[in-house]
């Protein structure tokens, strides 16, 4: 009987053990499952506070204010509008002008550098078919073009309203070094023929009146392989001026 006693104890000892080791299991259990969706919730609201920055700091800007900082010379907005990847660098004025063109027209050499390197397009013509490029070259913006040339692509099969390129008047109005700068890139053809059938020489020649600087501008033409040969729409050639004027 003792025997029979002392088993049933002995059974039950082993029985209280093994239902202590199974709530144990299932209260670790129960707290790393506990653990686990905390830490999801943890990772859920920093996820979610970082959009909320993101967002924050993204800001809109209403059409025209890249216009309105470059016509104000301010570069410091100019910088920070151009920091928005949705915004339209190449937006347009009444005239056709975009911010690019604006900052050409005033020689604003920053602020057409910075936009010029976020890739504002210097081929976009205006009403009266100037160019970012074609105003650089024909108005001595010398800094700006050489900016142009080394930056971007400069489409040089557009012309402007009289049909010239950015050499041909680059070289009427005296800009010798905008006329080096151009020469030195090799890719504007230097015996393109305008509306009236004049070349870069010609109009040098024909149109000036033979001071130094055009006599350096005729030099560099001549030097780079301008053809004196080359008759306009009035018969006449860049040596017939020559020796009409003297």
Avoid: W
Wanted: overall charge negative; proline content about 3%.
């Amino acid at each position: 009987m003792k025997k029979i006693i002392i088993m049933m104890l002995f059974l039950f000892i082993i029985a209280g053990c093994q239902s202590n080791s199974s709530n144990k299991k299932t209260s670790s259990s129960s707290t790393d499952s506990s653990t686990l969706k905390t830490t999801s919730k943890t990772s859920e609201s920093k996820l979610s506070s970082t959009q909320n920055t993101k967002e924050e700091k993204a800001v809109t800007y209403a059409p025209g204010s890249l216009i309105q900082a470059v016509s104000a010379n301010d570069l410091d907005k100019t910088t920070e509008i151009l920091k928005s990847p949705s915004y339209p660098i190449d937006e347009v004025n009444e005239k056709a002008e975009t911010p690019l063109l604006i900052a050409v027209h005033n020689n604003q050499v920053e602020i057409a550098k910075k936009l010029i390197s976020a890739g504002a397009n210097v081929n976009q013509q205006d009403t009266i078919q100037d160019t970012p490029y074609l105003y650089a070259g024909a108005e001595g913006r010398a800094e700006i073009l050489a900016y142009m040339l080394s930056n971007s692509t400069p489409d040089q099969t557009i012309t402007n309203r009289f049909g010239g390129n950015a050499l041909i008047p680059a070289a009427e109005k005296g800009h010798l070094e905008n006329v080096k700068i151009l020469l030195n890139d090799g890719h504007v053809n230097i015996n393109h023929q305008n509306n009236y059938g004049y070349t870069a020489l010609i109009e040098a020649i024909a149109l000036r009146d033979g001071s130094q600087v055009y006599q350096d501008i005729v030099a560099e033409l001549l030097k780079h392989g301008a053809d004196p040969n080359i008759v306009d729409n009035f018969g006449k050639t860049a040596k017939d001026y020559a020796n009409e004027l003297g």
